[in-house]
């Protein structure tokens, strides 16, 4: 297999779980749908984007949640389930270990930062993306 065509059956893989991270995914289906096998699928995604599709699962969820605490006004169950997740529990532990603290407690540090209800606030963007995206601010 030439290595742009396994790379475009990769990125139908990882394209799929992107737009159906909110519902039960498995493997099989996602292989399956890049017209590969389980296992070798697996491993062409971890060699090619450096993650397995589960830790690529697992990160796109909690980047949703992210967003979701600090721009809308749902309970922490409610997002767990809007991103794809039964468990509470398993939802928050994954959330802990990827950003170091409790849903609850992200939302609570970050909503204390903005000045407006639902806006992300600014003191949390790094300079060095905001002067990118920006560009140089007037003096």
């Known amino acids: 297999m030439t290595t742009n065509?396994?790379?475009?059956k990769l990125s139908a893989g990882r394209d799929y779980i992107a737009d159906n991270y909110q519902a039960p995914l498995s493997l099989s289906g996602i292989a399956k749908?890049?017209?590969m096998s389980p296992?070798?699928?697996l491993r062409a995604f971890k060699d090619t984007f450096g993650e397995t599709p589960n830790?690529?699962?697992?990160?796109?969820r909690v980047e949703k949640?992210?967003?979701?605490l600090?721009?809308?006004?749902?309970?922490?169950?409610?997002?767990?389930?809007?991103?794809g997740y039964i468990s509470l529990g398993s939802?928050?532990?994954?959330?802990?270990?990827?950003?170091?603290m409790a849903p609850t407690l992200y939302r609570r540090k970050l909503w204390a930062l903005s000045t407006e209800a639902y806006c992300f606030p600014s003191q949390a963007i790094p300079?060095?993306?905001?002067?990118?995206?920006?560009?140089k601010l007037a003096s």
């Open 5 to 8: 065509h396994k790379f475009k």
């Open 33 to 35: 749908y890049s017209n």
């Open 39 to 41: 296992y070798h699928f």
């Open 55 to 60: 830790e690529f699962l697992i990160r796109l």
């Open 65 to 68: 949640a992210k967003k979701m």
């Open 70 to 83: 600090i721009m809308e006004n749902l309970s922490v169950s409610e997002i767990c389930e809007r991103v």
């Open 91 to 100: 939802f928050s532990s994954l959330f802990l270990k990827q950003t170091g």
């Open 127 to 135: 300079a060095c993306y905001a002067y990118h995206f920006l560009g």
